[in-house]
């Protein structure tokens, strides 16, 4: 038996959207972590308890919202399409 000459071929990935993926979770993380402690801060001490801290911890929440619950999903969407696309299935 002679050995087959056909090669396996891999789809081709797209780094930049690969590297989008890994700079996404990154981010997710850093505004994770950076709201929390600027929350701790503003919440936990008497002299951020004015309407300026309360303001600041306000924009801290929601920023921390967007770090918890948009970022993610982005990356959920953005893997999903990646890993579609080597498969060459269009995902609905």
Not at 40 to 64: C, E, M, V
Not at 65 to 86: D, F, K, W
Request: glycine content about 8%.
């Amino acid at each position: 038996m002679e050995p087959s000459n056909q090669s396996c071929s891999w789809p081709e990935v797209d780094y930049g959207q690969v590297l989008n993926v890994f700079f996404m979770l990154f981010l997710s993380v850093a505004i994770t972590l950076g709201n929390a402690v600027s929350l701790t801060i503003f919440l936990g001490s008497r002299h951020f308890r004015t309407p300026q801290g309360y303001l600041k911890a306000s924009l801290a929440t929601a920023d921390l919202s967007v770090g918890v619950l948009v970022i993610p999903y982005s990356i959920y969407t953005e893997t999903e399409t990646l890993l579609a696309g080597r498969e060459g299935v269009k995902v609905d």
